[in-house]
Each structure stands twice: as C-alpha cells, then as structure tokens.
C-alpha cells in the first residue's frame, strides 16, 4: 500500500476495519454511510457483496482516515464463488486494524452472529489484539425494544464495544465512526483525502450496475448474474460512452433479465445510468448486452478474470 506523507501530518490517524456479518445485515449500506458515497452496492437480496469492497473515509479535521473493507456476508461455502467469497473474508481479517460486527437488530442476536464473533476472535493471534466492535444496525426501526438486543450484542465473547446505528438514516453512525477513528492506529493516510474508494473504475461501474439488476429481479436470478464493463470512454463533448455485459447461467435467466420487448434490461439500465452519471460527474450513455456464460460461478478462470479472488 502507497502512504502519502504530503496528505497527513503527525499525529494523523489510519487503519483498516473489517466488516463482517450476516447475510443482509446492511454492512454495504453501512460503508456508504460512513463513507458518504456509494461505494459498495446493497439490496435486499442476500449476499450482494462479492468482492471485499474498500470506501475510504477521510476526515481532515480530525485527521482520521478509515479504510472501510466491506466483506462478503460468511456463509458455508457451497461452489468456486463461495469458496473464494469466504477465503477473502479470512484474508482480509487478517490484515485489519479493526473488525467491526455488524447485527441485523429487527432479528436480535442468533446463532449466526455467535458464529462469526467467535470466527472474530480466533483473529486475535499472539499479540495481536483485534479490537471487536458490534453495530447493531436498523435501531432506527426498534426504539425501546433495542435494548434487549444491546445487551445480547454486548455479552458476544469478544465484543469490546456495542453501538446502536441505522446505516439507513444514518442515526449513530458519526459516533461509530468519530469512536473507529479513535481505535486505529498512529499512521499517515493510506489513500490521498480525495478518495472514496480503492476500487478500479471498471469494477465500480460493474457493480452500480449489478446493483440495479438484484433490485429489479429481485429472487429470480439472486445470484446468478455478473456484470463485466467492457468499455469506458469519454468523447470530446462530454458524453461517456460505457459499455457492459450482464452474465448469467441459462436462457431462462437470460429472458427474465431481458424482460418482454427489453423492458427488464431497458429499467436496469435507466437505474444503473443514474448511478453511473453521479459517479463519473457528467452525461452517460450505457449500453447493456446479457450473455450466457455457463456455470461461470464454477470457474476458476472467469472469476480470474473478474477479480474475484
């Protein structure tokens, strides 16, 4: 990783924080929160998130910058995609300054969360004392009837602090941040203070856009599509010109993602457009094509090329 020493002066604060958690907890939601920018994609579809997704957030003031890894949701790996899915969660605990517990509130402390805690806590090897933090996330929907939960999150072995947020409103999520920022290390900043994410272009856009289509297709094709951005370019007008590849596994997917006369297609692009022209600050024009690929999910050298490692 590249330091800027000329963006931070002494005293600054830096470090990576793992989230980790159920399925659908919104941990994505979570990042974009803290962050202040969509930086990782989330639905309420289950296991949105594939790749450990970087936001970067940077407070100048303070002189804090917290490097947010929004892992992938643990689960027991059951094909390629699982299995690299839950080898990146390991991987990238291991290299955190802090791994951050994220709990679903509405569904209170379940075997699940008690899973991943003690996965947690194994991370804390020799001297290497992992600082455990457990949100508690969607209090916005709870009030009073939170704090049964708190309490729950709070007896979770490991668990050194609890705090109760909506990665939705974004009620607690400064003081969850402003307390991260406190926890990581005495470091220059990792990133220029710019930044919000780490993530190529290429890959930001794929996920705006897959994104889109986990919305609109909701549990007919949950995890069977992928996107590949194929082309960016920006004309001498202004104009942006993205093209991508929506893949998914049969022809039956193939259909519901097209919808009849393209509708499907024609309303995910219209989202994903929206999204994309935010990110890149101006005018776009996207095109969609959906393509079988076979089994990609049991491929070891399409998710190669995908970056999912």
């Not at 929160?33 to 970087?54: D, L, N």
């Not at 569904?107 to 194994?122: H, K, P």
Request: glycine share 10%.
């Amino acid at each position: 990783m590249t330091e800027h020493p000329d963006d931070a002066g002494s005293g600054t604060r830096s470090g990576f924080v793992g989230l980790a958690g159920r399925p659908n907890v919104g941990k994505s939601t979570l990042v974009n929160a803290i962050v202040g920018a969509k930086v990782a994609i989330s639905s309420v579809r289950p296991q949105t998130t594939r790749r450990a997704i970087r936001g970067v957030a940077t407070d100048l003031e303070a002189g804090t910058q917290l490097v947010l890894v929004d892992l992938p949701g643990v689960q027991r790996p059951r094909d390629e995609l699982t299995s690299r899915m839950q080898h990146k969660v390991e991987a990238e605990l291991a290299g955190a300054d802090v791994a951050l517990l994220v709990v679903n509130g509405e569904e209170g402390v379940g075997a699940g969360d008690r899973f991943i805690a003690s996965i947690l806590l194994r991370a804390r090897s020799g001297e290497r004392q992992l600082p455990i933090i457990c949100a508690v996330n969607k209090a916005d929907r709870l009030g009073r009837n939170i704090v049964p939960v708190l309490v729950e999150a709070a007896g979770l072995e490991g668990v050194d602090e609890v705090f109760p947020v909506s990665a939705l409103t974004g009620e607690g999520v400064p003081e969850l941040a402003s307390y991260l920022a406190s926890i990581v290390p005495e470091s220059p900043y990792m990133y220029p203070p710019e930044e919000r994410s780490d993530q190529p272009r290429e890959l930001l856009l794929a996920e705006l856009i897959r994104g889109q289509a986990l919305i609109r297709t909701r549990d007919e094709i949950p995890h069977s599509v992928e996107v590949r951005v194929t082309h960016i370019y920006q004309r001498d007008d202004g104009l942006w010109l993205v093209e991508a590849e929506l893949w998914v596994e049969t022809d039956s997917q193939k259909r519901i993602l097209i919808g009849k006369n393209g509708f499907k297609v024609g309303e995910i692009g219209t989202g994903a457009r929206k999204d994309i022209e935010q990110e890149l600050g101006g005018k776009v024009h996207l095109d969609l094509q959906v393509k079988v690929k076979r089994k990609w999910r049991r491929d070891e050298d399409m998710l190669d090329r995908l970056g999912i490692d």
